[in-house]
């Protein structure tokens, strides 16, 4: 499957925005899909996870309550809307997909990931 990750800029603090990641190849609805951040300097991090169905999503704490992963199978793409966001938020973004339906946060066990998306929160 091949991932294309949209919807980066700038955006100021408290604001919102929405990512948008576009599945093209193989059955989009096998894949629970996660997207991920990383900040300059710092590792790969985990941000948020959907199921296949779109009935289950985790969140890394840091994004609880403010971030929500969504997804709409018939158009494969997955979301993430964004908001009260934060400077600490400011990261390139990857969505990827994971075949496996072990839930997992860890970047290794994705199969599949897109080229990343940048956005900058100023403060």
């Known amino acids: 499957v091949q991932l294309q990750a949209s919807g980066g800029g700038l955006v100021q603090a408290g604001g919102s925005l929405r990512l948008s990641c576009a599945a093209s190849g193989r059955t989009f609805s096998v894949y629970a899909m996660g997207w991920f951040r990383q900040a300059p300097g710092k590792e790969r991090e985990f941000v948020a996870r959907i199921s296949r169905t779109g009935g289950s999503t985790y969140y890394a704490d840091s994004v609880k309550g403010r971030f929500n992963i969504s997804r709409d199978n018939a158009k494969n793409t997955v979301f993430l809307q964004m908001n009260s966001l934060k400077p600490e938020d400011t990261a390139v973004y990857y969505c990827?997909?994971?075949?496996?339906?072990?839930?997992?946060?860890?970047?290794?066990?994705?199969?599949?990931w897109g080229q990343g998306t940048q956005f900058t929160v100023s403060s």
């Open positions: 990827a997909a994971d075949l496996s339906r072990v839930v997992s946060t860890m970047k290794s066990r994705y199969d599949y």
